[in-house]
T-cell receptor, first 113, second 110 residues
């Protein structure tokens, strides 16, 4: 089954404790991105990757890091999480940067205390 | 700066009661307007892409239309399973970044 898998689905952590949210897709997609969803603000792009070893900032990249060492994986790293990073995070992928359909993962709900 | 505004924020319909959701946008260089459906606890699911004013697309009870300033998602004779949050997004520029609206939460009751 074609899918985008995020882990964990739920995470509660404390300020400053480094964490990684994993994202994996099994569709051989070139393009992957991360969004955060906050009430009243909609989904906002954090980082994206057009292919292996090619990443770039989205609209709200501060406090986040990403890497794309393999085509299927695109982890989101919070080196020193802060309470304002409490949010619902989604990973998405598409066949290429110009493909219409983006497939989203089920989301990771993060709480930073 | 690209802006997408959806209305209403929430809509409650009786089964079979048709209605429309609105998405108005202000962008420079539209390269596609997207409609997604989001169910609780799940990620957005792609519904439609529209590219130019006058274009329409249909899928089951849903029909999306596009003008130069807004898009409508028409829901004909909705059923309870159509209950979800409907998200509108626009793509501009050369990449695949989507700018989303805040969504319309639709509830269809028996």
């Amino acid at each position: 089954e074609a899918q985008v898998t995020q882990n964990p689905r739920y995470l509660i952590t404390v300020t400053g404790k480094k964490l990684t949210v994993t994202c994996s897709q099994n569709m051989n997609h070139e393009y992957m991105s991360w969004y955060r969803q906050d009430p009243g603000l909609g989904l906002r792009q954090i980082y994206y990757s057009m292919n292996v070893e090619v990443t770039d900032k989205g609209d709200v990249p501060e406090g986040y890091k990403v890497s794309r060492k393999e085509k299927r994986n695109f982890p989101l790293i919070l080196e020193s999480p802060s309470p304002n990073q409490t949010s619902l995070y989604f990973c998405a992928s598409s066949l290429s940067v110009s493909t219409d359909i983006q497939y989203f993962g089920a989301g990771t709900r993060l709480s930073v205390l | 700066e690209d802006q997408v505004t959806q209305s209403p924020e929430a809509l409650r319909l009786q089964e079979g009661e048709s209605s429309s959701l609105n998405c108005s946008y202000t962008v420079s260089g539209l390269r596609g307007l997207f409609w997604y459906r989001q169910d609780p606890g799940k990620g957005p699911e792609f519904l439609f892409t529209l590219y130019s004013a006058g274009e329409e697309k249909e899928k089951e009870r849903l029909k999306a239309t596009l003008t130069k300033k807004e898009s409508f998602l028409h829901i004909t004779a909705p059923k309870p399973e159509d209950s979800a949050t409907y998200l509108c997004a626009v793509r501009t520029g050369g990449g695949n970044k989507l700018t989303f609206g805040t969504g319309t939460q639709l509830k269809v009751e028996l």
